[in-house]
């Protein structure tokens, strides 16, 4: 759920004209370049793997995509899910509890808006764990 509050508040900054705010880095970065975060992701076809997102690049696991090579982003963040087609031809899913937050920073600093050109959102309330019910009560 954190991941999907923080997408919404992302989401409401970005629209105002604000920016991701960068953390300390964890990977050696490049002149001018600022790391967003990192967290686990599903790679569909690939498994777990952790995920980097800077300014400019998102590394999953050992591969590293360069955000200029983006050719399009489909989120779906009632799935926690975010597809990504590079200019190579392929295309790359990843989900994930904090995948929500990483489509709007990636929208933010390849669009310049929280969404996708012509991306309509319609995002349903978060997925909630099941709690368990105690039967004696």
């Known amino acids: 759920m954190a991941g999907f509050r923080s997408m919404s508040m992302l989401t409401g900054l970005v629209e105002r004209g604000g920016r991701p705010a960068a953390v ?30 800077t300014s400019e690049r998102l590394i999953l696991g050992g ?18 899910a975010l597809t990504l087609d590079v200019r190579d031809g392929r295309s790359v899913e990843i989900t994930g509890p904090w995948v929500p937050w990483l489509g709007v920073v990636l929208c933010s600093e390849i669009h310049g808006a929280a969404w996708p050109p012509g991306y309509a959102p319609v ?3 978060p997925r909630r764990r099941r709690e368990l019910v105690d039967a004696g009560q």
Request: glycine fraction near 10%.
């Open 63 to 80: 591969e590293e995509f360069r955000l200029r090579s983006v050719t399009s982003l489909r989120p779906r963040p009632g799935d926690w």
């Open 24 to 53: 300390s880095p964890t990977i050696p970065l490049r002149s001018g370049e600022k790391q967003y975060g990192w967290f686990p992701v599903d790679v569909t076809g690939a498994g777990r793997r952790l995920a980097v997102v």
């Open 123 to 125: 995002i349903p309330a």
